[in-house]
């Protein structure tokens, strides 16, 4: 379909505009690329922020140490694979997040809502609810 708009001065302005056609089939569901697993280097409980090494992150120490790449899901013993998250909606009943307020790792790979004021800021994602957050994990910043 083709729109003439006359506009001042005289000028005159096609717009083509797209139509839709009819809605192909559904495809298959694709894998979650945001979930996958690191070997743990020490015993890793659930529900905390880890790195890449298979360790707690953490708001102290080398930016290694503070880099997280995503929440445990579960607890895995020291060698053993840990399933880790690192974007999208993740649920715990054992948390009390207040709807909107941002999280941030404190120490030994926990979570919080009250932003560190020394060592490493890490903002790791936005409470949903009170059980549910917002994985969106934010690099480091030197405090």
Do not use: C
């Amino acid at each position: 379909m083709t729109i003439d708009i006359t506009v001042i001065p005289s000028a005159t302005i096609s717009i083509e505009m797209a139509q839709y056609g009819l809605r192909g089939l559904q495809g298959e569901q694709g894998t979650d690329a945001s979930g996958f697993s690191v070997t743990a280097a020490e015993a890793i409980g659930g529900h905390r922020a880890v790195t890449a090494a298979g360790r707690y992150a953490a708001i102290t120490g080398s930016v290694e140490e503070a880099t997280v790449i995503g929440i445990s899901t579960g607890a895995a013993a020291s060698g053993h694979a840990l399933a880790v998250q690192s974007a999208g909606m993740l649920e715990f009943s054992g948390w009390t997040w207040v709807t909107g307020a941002r999280i941030y790792l404190s120490a030994s790979g926990t979570l919080t809502a009250v932003p560190p004021v020394t060592g490493w800021l890490v903002a790791t994602g936005i409470a949903l609810s009170a059980t549910t957050m917002l994985v969106k994990i934010e690099q480091p910043i030197n405090l």
